[in-house]
């Protein structure tokens, strides 16, 4: 209830935040990447196909009499019936600084975790469905459209630190056979300070989310933390992060979502030479998956290696080389799904 409480008052805080002007300023932004990349599966046969990716975003915003500016987005492909609804929200920027998002405003402390580099292109290696390891820091940071989250000022408590707070609740519909997330709480943060000639950033975040199938709650609520550190030196970048929790993961099959016991750990750099840019990145997945109400016990797992050349080949236009491999295991089985792949392309940006 309290949850509910918190999320309806902020709804009225925007709509009566001051009279609406009679247009907005809209902003766009986008881009257009197409490449081709060449799959070399551990076992099967050698393919190739055209990748693309494109991303058309409307930013609207205006600013009040007293200060505070209100904004959202949308992508025009959300129009588009196959990709459901528009994941659009609201935020409210105010004169201090800090800054309130109302509506499918995410998880604080998914908001914080730390960009590990890794290969710029969009390649990729298509594992069985049944090997449910991550290679990501933020996923255990679930949440509903029906939430909001806080964004303090910079240097709160303490120089250089940000921090973020965000709670979500149900939509009212009863559990089914898919997992059905009730709630969460999140707090999450980033500390940037100078150590040397080194900025140093560091991110953290913890996440509390609960949820159901068919009534039936998992042995442990989804949840976990991660942090991270980032330091920049010159043109180098050098990046670590580590994550460690509980979420909810389908095999691909209806009514096959299982819960999971998972860690991650990333480390990557990226260097900048003129117009070239160099990414190399190693990520290790594991988990235990196992039915609802009972913890798994044998393990998933997913080591990644990529890297890449970036070239800026006039403004806004970049050329990609990018490589990944990747050697996975399913239930503490090597699998043969695991391999390689090579991107060659172009990202066209405005």
Do not use: C
């Amino acid at each position: 209830m309290k949850k509910e409480l918190l999320i309806g008052t902020a709804l009225v805080s925007t709509l009566g935040a001051a009279s609406v002007a009679e247009a907005v300023t809209a902003t766009m932004s986008g881009n257009h990447q197409t490449g081709i990349e060449f799959d070399s599966p551990s076992s099967g046969t050698d393919t190739r196909a055209q990748i693309n990716d494109n991303n058309f975003t409307v930013s609207l915003s205006e600013t009040t009499d007293g200060g505070v500016t209100i904004s959202s987005s949308f992508m025009l492909a959300n129009e588009d019936a196959v990709d459901g609804d528009l994941d659009a929200g609201f935020t409210l920027a105010f004169t201090d600084g800090s800054k309130l998002d109302v509506i499918n405003a995410g998880n604080a402390s998914g908001s914080h975790d730390i960009s590990v580099p890794g290969s710029a292109g969009p390649e990729g290696v298509t594992v069985t469905t049944a090997n449910l390891a991550p290679t990501g820091l933020d996923f255990a940071t679930g949440a509903t459209v029906f939430g909001v989250e806080y964004h303090t000022a910079a240097d709160f408590l303490a120089d250089g630190l940000s921090m973020s707070f965000s709670a979500s609740t149900d939509n009212g519909a009863a559990a089914s056979s898919t997992y059905k997330n009730d709630g969460h709480l999140a707090l999450g943060g980033t500390y940037v300070t100078d150590l040397g000639d080194s900025a140093v950033t560091i991110g953290f975040g913890l996440s509390e989310t609960e949820g159901s199938t068919n009534g039936t709650s998992p042995s442990t609520e989804e949840g976990g933390i991660h942090i991270g550190v980032s330091a920049v030196t010159g043109d180098l970048t050098v990046a670590l992060g580590f994550a460690d929790g509980d979420h909810m993961g389908a095999t691909g099959t209806t009514g096959s979502d299982r819960e999971l016991d998972s860690e991650v750990l990333k480390a990557g750099l990226k260097y900048v030479s003129g117009d070239l840019t160099f990414n190399v990145g190693v990520a290790s997945g594991t988990t235990k998956d196992g039915a609802f109400g009972t913890p798994g016990t044998t393990e998933d797992s997913k080591d990644v290696t990529s890297a890449s050349v970036s070239y800026a080949v006039a403004s806004g236009v970049t050329a990609i080389l990018g490589y990944t491999t990747v050697d996975s295991a399913n239930a503490g089985a090597n699998d043969n799904t695991d391999g390689s792949a090579w991107y060659i392309g172009a990202n066209m940006s405005f």
